[in-house]
């Protein structure tokens, strides 16, 4: 288990003096809740856009996902969500637009660095992912990872606290964390043996019938 280091009083202002940031126009927070890659999963992410000082949330939990796939999820949902809003007219406009991703997960980090970087390979773990990463960066999104201890950061602790709530949300839908494929099976079997097959003349129809 991870532990939790004592949480910062970390305003804006202070938590980019921290990282060492100076250029920059879009600011993203994220983080993801998980356990193992056939259980459920969940994510949460928190964009600040420099321009209008304006704040997004965005998040979502799937049945079935890795803890590396949930911490990688919010920084293309956010980026997406930017671009079809603001994204598009500015990157017109200036060309480029520095994005500073703030992630808890050092592997994330690397993995993010290197698929911004021109010169490196696509990360092989999460590849798709990691291509459409690099389709923003082709438009002009330059984005730089950032990593930062677990809760230390007022935004991290905000985004692994919806995570976490995402997650749970998706634990509630019935069979969620259990179900397996002789479950399912079992349920879709149960479901069709309700079904009444009749013939086009209105007769009882036996599917099992050799024809």
């Known amino acids: 288990m991870r532990t939790a280091l004592a949480l910062q009083n970390d305003p804006l202002p202070a938590l980019l003096t921290r990282l060492k940031i100076s250029d920059w126009q ?21 964009l600040i856009d420099q321009q209008t000082r304006g704040r997004r949330i965005s998040y979502g939990a799937v049945n079935a996902g890795s803890i590396n796939f949930a911490e990688t999820m919010p920084y293309l949902q956010l980026l997406t969500w930017f671009d079809q809003y603001y994204g598009k007219d500015r990157l017109e406009k200036h060309g480029s637009i520095r994005v500073h991703i703030v992630t808890d997960s050092q592997v994330v980090a690397g993995w993010g660095a ?16 990691w291509a459409a990463m690099r389709y923003l960066r082709s438009l002009g999104y330059i984005c730089e990872f950032h990593w930062a201890p677990r809760q230390s950061t007022q935004l991290n602790w905000a985004a692994d606290l919806i995570a976490g709530l995402a997650r749970a949300a ?9 179900a397996d494929t002789a479950t399912v099976c079992q349920r879709a079997a149960n479901a069709i043996e309700q079904l009444d097959f009749q013939t086009p003349s209105g007769e009882p129809l036996d599917v099992y019938a050799a024809t």
């Open 170 to 178: 998706m634990l509630d839908l019935p069979g969620a964390e259990t």
């Open 26 to 46: 879009v600011l993203i927070a994220g983080d993801g809740s998980g356990n193992a890659a056939d259980k459920a999963c969940g994510w949460a992410g928190i």
């Open 114 to 129: 290197a698929a911004m970087s021109p010169t490196s390979r696509t990360p092989r773990k999460q590849g798709p992912y």
